[in-house]
């Protein structure tokens, strides 16, 4: 049995993203103590990888960041909810121009 590219393509474009999410929620969680919160916001390359992320899949990327994020830092819980809105605005105008050119 063998795989088409195209059965890679959306395996890629669902693990990419989840396990980035979850690598990038553990990293960030380090930072302060358990049954702490941090009212800080997102750095520079945090708002790149869930840009890149969201892009690839921004429905799961949306769910898993905010959800990791809500409790213990809640403005970028936020700020990844607009990032992921953002990107999904983006992934509907591309599949719907691809849709329209056939």
Request: proline share 3%.
């Amino acid at each position: 049995m063998y795989f088409t590219i195209s059965w890679w393509m959306s395996a890629l474009s669902i693990l990419i993203p989840v396990i980035g999410s979850f690598m990038l929620i553990n990293k960030i969680n380090k930072r302060i103590q358990k049954g702490q919160t941090s009212q800080e916001s997102l750095l520079k390359n945090e708002q790149v990888q869930i840009w890149i992320f969201s892009l690839l899949n921004p429905i799961l990327t949306c769910l898993i960041v905010y959800f990791g994020f809500k409790k213990r830092f809640p403005i970028k819980a936020k700020k990844s909810a607009v990032i992921a809105a953002c990107a999904l605005g983006i992934w509907f105008v591309f599949n719907g121009l691809s849709a329209l050119r056939g």
